[in-house]
């Protein structure tokens, strides 16, 4: 086992910068999260990572030894991908055997190595198998067996789940969590889903445009996220950003920090009874009620303004579609930002 330390890494495509300067350390034994939208450079860094992809500068470093210019097979790294890249023409035997034999493990130590990968992943049944005869789930399984048997110093997933059904996304990745803390495996996974991200991860990165915007446990992240563009991402319906300029003198705000323009407010946050005596009173007409089960969100237009945002109720809306009331919102559930600079100003 060991650490995964970046250290400055930057690549480039001819003059296009796809990755600026990414500085993380991840533990032994951790896992990492890189979260982030589509093309903002999280599988370029994994790959650089993994040695498919050149480094453009900068230094990576595993268990304390530099590997920036080593080959991939050098690397003692396992990398599980979103299309399982499986051969269709070997067994899942032969498939889970293969790395090890080209790698020129003993026959018995390959035996064995599967026998356990096999085990701990619950595909003895379909050893004997060819890759279609098999679901999305136990394909996706067997590529992790290819990982394991391994037992690589590090994992790294791309995107691994994103080939399969909402249902059984979420069971693999209670499995993939549970693998790896039992195995205990530095693992740094990908993924452009923020609630995959936070049920994952022991740490987050959340990554925007080649950098990163935020590192910490996905609780940290969410209860005080950095700047403006983590606010939106991280968290689901996301937080509403409420532009001071375009609300004009609509809300009666508590003394905001210097230079806030915006103020952030979870949906889960506002409150149709006043729980504190300095809480901040926001009128609106609800224009429409999404029931979702356990919760319902309510679409509020801010009265004497265009701007709209989204309460979340536990259960059914106490309220009707069309009706005014006013919300209030604690002020320690202000989430203060400046426009221009994206950051957090309290
Ligand atoms: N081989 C390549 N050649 C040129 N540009 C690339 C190549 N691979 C990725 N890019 C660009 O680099 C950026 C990051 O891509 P990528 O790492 O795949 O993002 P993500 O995995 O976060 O969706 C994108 O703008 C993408 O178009
Ligand atoms: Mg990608």
Redesign the pocket.
């Known amino acids: 086992m060991a650490n995964i330390e970046l250290i400055d890494i930057k690549k480039n ?2 003059p ?1 910068p ?2 600026k300067g990414i500085n993380l350390v991840v533990a032994d034994g951790e896992m990492i999260v890189l979260v ?10 994994l ?1 650089m990572i993994a040695g498919l992809e050149s480094i453009t500068s900068g230094h990576l470093k595993i268990g304390g030894r530099d590997v920036s210019r080593v080959e991939p097979a050098e690397r003692d790294i396992a990398m599980v991908f979103q299309n399982y890249a499986l051969y269709p023409h070997m067994s899942v035997r032969q498939n889970l055997e293969y790395g090890l034999k080209n790698r020129g493990f003993q026959r018995d130590d390959i035996a064995r190595r599967v026998t356990d990968a096999a085990a701990i992943l619950e595909i003895e049944p379909y050893l004997e198998r060819r890759p279609r005869q098999l679901s999305g789930g136990q394909r996706q399984r067997v590529a992790m067996g290819r990982a394991i048997v391994r037992n690589p110093a590090a994992f790294l997933f ?1 995107e691994p789940l994103s080939n399969l059904d909402a249902k059984l996304r979420v069971q693999m990745r209670v499995e993939i969590r549970k693998l790896q803390k039992r195995l205990g495996t530095t693992s740094l996974y ?1 993924t ?1 889903d923020q609630l995959e991200a936070m049920t994952l991860a022991d740490r987050l990165v959340v ?1 925007n445009g ?1 950098r990163i915007e935020q590192i910490g446990t996905p609780i940290d992240v969410y209860e005080r996220p950095e700047t403006l563009f983590v606010a939106g991402f991280i968290g689901s319906p996301p937080m509403n950003l409420v532009d001071l300029d375009k609300i004009g003198g609509a809300v009666t705000w508590p003394g905001l920090p210097p230079n806030t323009d915006v103020v952030g407010i979870r949906p889960d946050a506002f409150s149709l009874t006043q729980n504190t005596a300095n809480s901040v009173p926001l009128t609106g007409m609800i224009e429409l009620i999404e029931p979702i089960g356990g919760e319902s969100h309510l679409h509020i237009v801010i009265e004497g303004s265009s701007q709209t945002v989204i309460a979340a109720h536990a259960g059914r809306s106490p309220l009707s579609e069309g009706e005014t009331a006013t919300w209030h919102v604690n002020p320690a559930d202000l989430h203060c930002f400046n426009k221009s600079s994206g950051q957090r100003t309290d």
């Open positions: 495509y001819g296009v796809a990755v982030g939208p589509s093309g903002c450079g999280k599988s370029t860094l790959r791309d990908v452009h990554m080649g």
